[in-house]
C-alpha cells in the first residue's frame, strides 16, 4: 500500500458561470479512480465579504465546494484513509486561466464532517494546491541542502510607499533556521553581497537546494516585479516573468522556493498574482514553491520557517514538513497564509533524497520487513500464557509506532522507539529458545 493516500479535487469552468469539480482517489500510488463529478456555484461576493474571518470564509467556501457528491466522495477517502492509518494528500488542482478561482483562499477549507476544524490544521491531511505539469527528468546525483535567501529593503521604500522590511530581524531568522545548512543571505547589512539582481542570478546559479526570498511585489504595467535592491541599494523591480526564465534555464532547479513576498503598489491577493507566480516557477521546473497570501508577521514567519526546515533536514517530503510548520502557528490567526504549491505528477518524496523507510530497525538489522513479520506471526504462536500480554503490549507499540511514522515522517525519537521494541521483542524470542541475547552473540 502506498505510504501516502492521494484526494484530488480537479475545478474547471461548467455553463452559465458555474464550475465543475471531480473528485479522484489515488490510495495505492496508481491511476486516480473517479468517485464523483458535479456542478457548484462559488458566490465571489459572499466570499469576498467574509475575507476578516478565516474560518468563516472556510466554513462558506466549504459548504459551497463540498455539495452531496463531493461529500460522499470525502467519506469514501478518509474512510480509506482511516482503515490504512495513511497521511491523506489532499490536492487542489485549478484552472491556470481563472484568476477568480486561483485567488480562492482555499487553505481556509473545512472538513465537511465537522466544520469546527480546518483541513489545513488537521493531523494526518497535508494540503496543496496542484499544478497539471510535466516532471522534468530528475537530475543525477542528490538535491543540495544549501540555502540562497534574499532580504531586499531599499533606501527609497517610502518614495513607493512600500512598508518598512526588518531586515535585522529577518536575517536573525533565516539564520536560526538555516544553522544547519550551508546559507548564502543576500542582504545590503552584511556588507558585499547585496540583495542585487546579479548578486541572487549569480547565487541561483550555484544550484541550491533551497531559495528563500523576502521582498515586496509591485505591479508595473500589469506584470507582477518583485522589488529587489540596486548597487547604490535603490529600488529595482524584477520582472516575475525574467526570475522564471532565469529559474527554468538553471541546470537543476530549487528543490524549494519559498517567497515571502509583500503587498506593494499596484497589487492585491484577491487578484490571484500570488498564484499566478506560483504556478509559473512550478512549470519553470521547481518542484514546489511555498507562498503567503498576506503578510505574515515576523513571529509567525521565524516559528514556520524553523518547523518548516527541522522537517525538511529529517528527510521529511515538503508537502508533510509544510503541514506540520503550519501546525506551530496554528494558534494565531496567520495559519491559513501558507500556499503551497506542488505538481500534481510529481512524487512526494523530495527528488534525489532518500525517504524514510518505514521497516526502520528491522531494515538496519538486515531483516526485510516482510519476513520479520512472519516472524513475529511465528513467535505468537510459540509464546507460553504468560509471556502472551508482554507480546501483545510490544506489538501495540509497534504497530502505533509504524502509523506515527506514517503521519508524522521516520523522527529521531520515533526510530529511537522503534528499536527499543525491537530489541525487547528479540530478547522475548530469545526466551523462547531458552537462551540469551549474550549467549547468542557468543556462538
Known amino acids: 500500500m502506498s505510504q501516502v493516500v492521494d484526494f484530488e479535487l480537479v475545478f474547471g469552468h461548467g455553463q452559465q458561470k458555474r464550475y465543475t469539480v471531480t473528485a479522484r482517489l489515488s490510495p495505492d500510488g496508481g491511476t486516480p479512480a473517479t468517485l464523483a463529478t458535479d456542478e457548484i456555484d462559488i458566490d465571489q461576493t459572499a466570499l469576498l465579504s467574509l475575507t476578516s474571518d478565516a474560518r468563516a470564509y472556510g466554513r462558506a467556501l466549504t459548504a459551497m465546494v463540498f455539495s452531496a457528491p463531493m461529500q460522499n466522495a470525502w467519506h469514501r477517502a478518509m474512510g480509506y484513509r482511516s482503515a490504512s492509518t495513511a497521511p491523506l494528500h489532499l490536492r487542489l488542482s485549478c484552472d491556470l486561466a481563472s484568476e477568480n478561482l486561483q485567488a480562492l483562499r482555499w487553505e481556509t477549507l473545512v472538513d465537511p464532517r465537522d466544520s469546527s476544524r480546518p483541513l489545513a490544521l488537521s493531523t494526518g491531511i497535508w494540503l496543496s494546491r496542484t499544478l497539471d505539469a510535466d516532471d522534468p527528468a530528475p537530475p543525477a546525483g542528490p538535491a543540495s541542502s544549501a540555502v540562497v535567501a534574499l532580504v531586499a529593503a531599499p533606501r527609497d521604500s517610502a518614495r513607493f510607499n512600500l512598508a518598512q522590511i526588518d531586515v535585522a530581524g529577518q536575517i536573525d531568522t533565516i539564520t536560526a533556521f538555516c544553522a544547519h545548512r ?112 498576506g503578510d505574515l508577521s515576523l513571529a509567525s514567519g521565524d516559528r514556520l520557517g524553523r518547523a518548516l526546515f527541522s522537517e525538511l533536514d529529517q528527510h521529511c517530503p515538503i508537502e508533510q514538513a509544510v503541514a506540520i510548520a503550519r501546525g506551530v502557528i496554528a494558534k494565531t490567526d496567520e495559519w491559513w497564509l501558507p500556499v503551497l504549491f506542488t505538481r500534481s505528477g510529481r512524487a512526494v518524496q523530495r527528488r534525489g533524497t532518500t525517504a524514510p523507510h518505514k521497516e526502520g530497525a528491522a531494515r538496519a538489522s538486515g531483516i526485510h520487513g516482510l519476513d520479520y513479520e512472519r516472524g513475529l506471526h511465528d513467535l505468537k504462536r510459540r509464546l507460553s500464557a504468560e509471556s502472551m500480554a508482554e507480546y501483545l503490549t510490544l506489538e501495540a507499540r509497534l504497530r502505533e509506532n509504524i502509523r506515527r511514522e506514517r503521519l508524522f515522517g521516520g523522527t529521531e525519537s520515533i526510530r529511537s522507539e522503534r528499536a527499543e521494541i525491537i530489541f525487547a521483542l528479540n530478547e522475548l524470542a530469545l526466551s523462547c529458545c531458552h537462551i540469551s541475547f549474550n549467549e547468542m552473540c557468543t556462538q
Open 182 to 293: 550551508p546559507t548564502t543571505i543576500l542582504a545590503r547589512e552584511l556588507g558585499s553581497r547585496s540583495p542585487t539582481r546579479a548578486n541572487l542570478m549569480s547565487a541561483l546559479r550555484a544550484s541550491p537546494g533551497y531559495v528563500y526570498l523576502v521582498a515586496h511585489g509591485v505591479g508595473v504595467n500589469d506584470e507582477i516585479h518583485l522589488w529587489l535592491e540596486d548597487d547604490a541599494g535603490l529600488g529595482y523591480a524584477l520582472p516575475a516573468s525574467e526570475l522564471v526564465r532565469q529559474v527554468a534555464d538553471l541546470r537543476r532547479q530549487p528543490e524549494l522556493i519559498v517567497l515571502m513576498v509583500c503587498r506593494g503598489a499596484g497589487l492585491s491577493h484577491s487578484d490571484g498574482w500570488l498564484s499566478t507566480l506560483g504556478a509559473r516557477l512550478i512549470r519553470a521546473g521547481v518542484p514546489a514553491v511555498l507562498a503567503m497570501q
